[in-house]
């Protein structure tokens, strides 16, 4: 941009100064015929004629010397001054545009990568914990159960469902949205909590409503964890493998 600005000044500046020389020169041409027509009746002028035809026969010369030194001056001064307002210009910008900090990348990591030390990971992670512990839920949900026949999975649901019911009894206290017996018609009055209630079906226009109720809904009522220690505050195992020493 300096380059760019430095060349367009020295451009703009030689034409400017050579229209200026070029007018110079003709208003000076004019000067000396009307001076010398004026002392022309006047012997004793002689020698401001001869000064006179002198100066024109010079004039050109000068004029472009005057031309060529004005033009270097001007330039000069037009590229440090101007160097020095873009250089305060760039300056000011800089500070004004605030600094873009590169977006960090976001890590696709393991399990190790998880931040246990939040409560609603660590929270989740010993629920988990939990049900694996005393029920193998974990186990279950992870296990391939297509090579088993019905009547296999069926029987393992029935100890799997039984401690996993008596484990959530224990630590979390839950009650139905709604009392009534699934299958029969209930009311949902105005105002109600769209949290807790999900409508389905043909709805349309404002409550109350009336309709079939097909899943009663759960609220936990109350929540009682194990207070984890320290040590297990950073640990993320939800079932450790087991090594049987031979």
Not at 25 to 34: A, E, I, K, Q, S
Not at 53 to 76: F, Q, Y
Request: glycine fraction near 6%; charge should be neutral.
């Amino acid at each position: 941009m300096k380059k760019s600005i430095t060349l367009r000044s020295l451009l703009i500046i030689s034409l400017s100064n050579a229209a200026f020389i070029a007018l110079c020169f003709f208003l000076l041409r004019y000067v000396y015929w009307g001076v010398d027509e004026w002392v022309e009746p006047f012997p004793a002028l002689e020698n401001l004629t001869n000064f006179l035809h002198k100066a024109e026969r010079n004039s050109i010369p000068i004029l472009l010397g005057a031309g060529v030194g004005l033009t270097v001056i001007s330039w000069i001064l037009v590229s440090y001054f101007g160097n020095k307002l873009i250089a305060s210009d760039v300056t000011v910008e800089s500070k004004s545009k605030p600094v873009q900090e590169k977006p960090k990348k976001e890590k696709k990591g393991s399990l190790s990568d998880l931040d246990i030390n939040q409560p609603s990971i660590r929270a989740s992670l010993q629920m988990l914990v939990i049900l694996q512990r005393q029920g193998r839920l974990v186990d279950f949900l992870q296990e391939n159960l297509s090579q088993y026949d019905d009547a296999q999975i069926g029987a393992a649901v029935r100890n799997i469902q039984s401690d996993c019911k008596a484990t959530l009894n224990e630590h979390v206290r839950l009650e139905p949205v709604f009392k009534d017996e699934e299958g029969q018609e209930v009311d949902v009055e105005e105002g109600f909590d769209s949290q807790a209630i999900q409508l389905t079906g043909n709805v349309k226009g404002d409550p109350p409503f009336r309709g079939v109720l097909r899943h009663r809904g759960w609220r936990a009522v109350n929540v009682k964890l194990p207070k984890l220690t320290a040590t297990s505050e950073k640990n993320n195992v939800v079932a450790p493998a087991e090594v049987e020493i031979l």
